[in-house]
């Protein structure tokens, strides 16, 4: 398979891409790093890195940023971030990449545990998350099977429990294999419109 993964220099994204790379043609995309170039932000950039990579049969969005701060101290501006760079990011990339996927590929998206469960100061983040996740259940009543649209939703992961574990007290780090096998799951299988939970 040929496979083009956005924000696959990233703590889950880099783990991703060095699975598939062992036995597939892995194409990395990044903000500043990679093979390609991409500003998630922008469509014309999006519709130039596929151009770049040109057809393949998977592509995994391990990407997007939203702001996290207390609600009292979050802005107008803070919230239309994450809508611009998480949620429509990805939305973009599907709207534009669907044109890329060979018969029979797929799309995998990214959010995180807190459209299911929050902790203070994720509210923009949670939002977005949600938001894809609805995004994604009624994208594939329209896309009749092709390209397949799957999310992968991970809690805290291991290789960022040391950075972020304080923000989430009492949550067991996720093991990255663990994370990795539900992208496996979403690139390797057959089902669509799945919200792949990992938690």
Do not use: C
Request: no cysteine; hydrophobic share 40%; proline share 4%.
């Amino acid at each position: 398979m040929k496979i083009l993964i956005i924000g696959g220099t990233g703590t889950i994204g880099s783990r991703v891409a060095s699975h598939f790379a062992a036995n597939h043609e892995v194409i990395v995309a990044g903000s500043n790093s990679g093979d390609i170039n991409v500003d998630i932000e922008d469509s014309s950039s999006i519709e130039n890195m596929f151009q770049k990579a040109g057809n393949a049969d998977a592509v995994i969005a391990a990407t997007g940023k939203s702001k996290w701060a207390p609600f009292d101290e979050i802005s107008e501006e803070d919230f239309y971030y994450g809508l611009r760079n998480k949620l429509m990011g990805q939305v973009n990339l599907v709207r534009i990449g669907r044109s890329y996927i060979n018969i029979g590929g797929s799309i995998t998206l990214t959010t995180g545990i807190l459209a299911d469960d929050p902790v203070p100061g994720t509210t923009s983040a949670a939002m977005v998350n949600g938001a894809i996740h609805s995004f994604v259940r009624a994208l594939v009543l329209e896309l009749k099977g092709h390209p397949r649209v799957n999310v992968v939703t991970p809690g805290l992961v291991e290789d960022s429990a040391e950075a972020l574990g304080h923000i989430f007290p009492g949550y067991n780090p996720i093991p990255m294999e663990k994370v990795v096998n539900a992208y496996r799951r979403s690139v390797e299988g057959t089902r669509t419109g799945e919200i792949i939970r990992v938690y």
